[in-house]
């Protein structure tokens, strides 16, 4: 059930992702420009997607620190996707807050029409992670081949740090 909703709520989060891009696009080149009291549909999409990741969120992160939670929740994703989403997050934050600390006008298009695009995003790598987690999960080892939590660094029957590979979150010590 929980799969189910996570492969139907990544869907949409992808086309929710897709569509603010493209929204973004056209208008910056000049192709189409909506109306100016349009409906923000892109916003309301937020919604119906935010709260089922929120809860399959909670469900993955259970049993982990709050300080944890982030890479908890994405520790299904391949790194690239994890590096993806922040620089999207970081971009779009960027240009939103560069015309205020610059105090310059607001360019046209309007950077805002990007920021449902960082919750799709976020939705997207968090439900991804949510199908992907338990390959993860039942496969990290220490170097002695016991089975080890998922954010663990060592191992809690023989203290031996948790095997190197490819699903390595990179949890550092420093
Ligand atoms: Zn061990």
Redesign the pocket.
């Known amino acids: 059930m929980a799969r189910l909703v996570a492969y139907t709520v990544m869907m949409l989060a992808l086309l929710g992702l897709l569509l603010s891009l493209g929204a973004y696009v056209f208008e910056f080149a000049g192709i189409y420009s909506p109306p100016q009291n349009r409906p923000p549909l892109l916003f309301f999409g937020i919604f119906i997607v935010w709260f089922p990741t929120i809860f399959l969120m909670n469900k993955l992160t259970e049993d982990f620190k709050q300080k944890d939670m982030w890479k908890a929740a994405l520790r299904g994703c391949p790194p690239w996707m994890r590096k993806s989403m922040w620089a999207v997050v970081g971009v779009v934050s960027a240009l939103a807050y560069l015309p205020v600390v610059l105090k310059v006008q607001r360019p046209y298009p309007d950077v805002f029409v990007l920021f449902p695009g960082c919750f799709y995003a976020a939705s997207f790598c968090i439900t991804y992670s949510v199908i992907n987690a338990w390959k993860y999960d039942s496969t990290r080892?220490?170097?002695?081949?016991?089975a080890?939590s998922p954010l663990a660094k060592f191992?809690?029957?023989?203290?031996?740090p948790a095997a190197p590979g490819v699903k390595n979150v990179g949890v550092r010590s420093n």
């Open positions: 080892r220490c170097l002695n081949g016991h080890i191992c809690d029957e023989c203290g031996a």
